[in-house]
């Protein structure tokens, strides 16, 4: 089992910067996935980024490239998101997320931190 608590969040305006935090308690593996994903109001969850747990693979949405950054801190069992130049259509609820070895799936989720941009 693994739990996750999110933070980081909050108000910022357009082309300002947040970092968000997720720390995990429970066995993270070299090989689990660590990501995030955010949605929107009346939108489905979209994937943000991800990193292998080891560190050597990191996966970024398009729509996020050479803005956000995903980054992992194994001493604290923690994930970053980097996020810079941020724009109104990056407001959503923010969730990170971890993909067990051999699972297709995300089977462990955070409650989500909220990010609001303003024009």
């Known amino acids: 089992q693994v739990q996750l608590v999110e933070s980081g969040g909050g108000l910022v305006q357009a082309g300002g910067s947040l970092r968000l935090s997720c720390a995990a308690s429970?066995?993270?593996?070299?090989?689990?996935?660590m990501g995030w994903f955010r949605q929107a109001p009346g939108k489905e969850r979209d994937f943000v980024a991800a990193i292998r747990w080891s560190g050597d693979i990191t996966y970024y949405a398009d729509s996020v490239k050479g803005r956000f950054t995903i980054s992992r801190d194994n001493a604290k069992n923690t994930v970053y998101l980097q996020m810079n130049s941020l724009k109104p259509e990056d407001t959503a609820v923010y969730y990170c997320?971890?993909?067990?070895?051999?699972?297709?799936?995300?089977?462990?989720w955070g409650q989500g931190t909220q990010v609001t941009v303003s024009s």
């Open positions: 429970g066995r993270i593996f070299s090989t689990y996935i």
């Open positions: 997320a971890v993909r067990p070895t051999g699972s297709n799936t995300y089977d462990y």
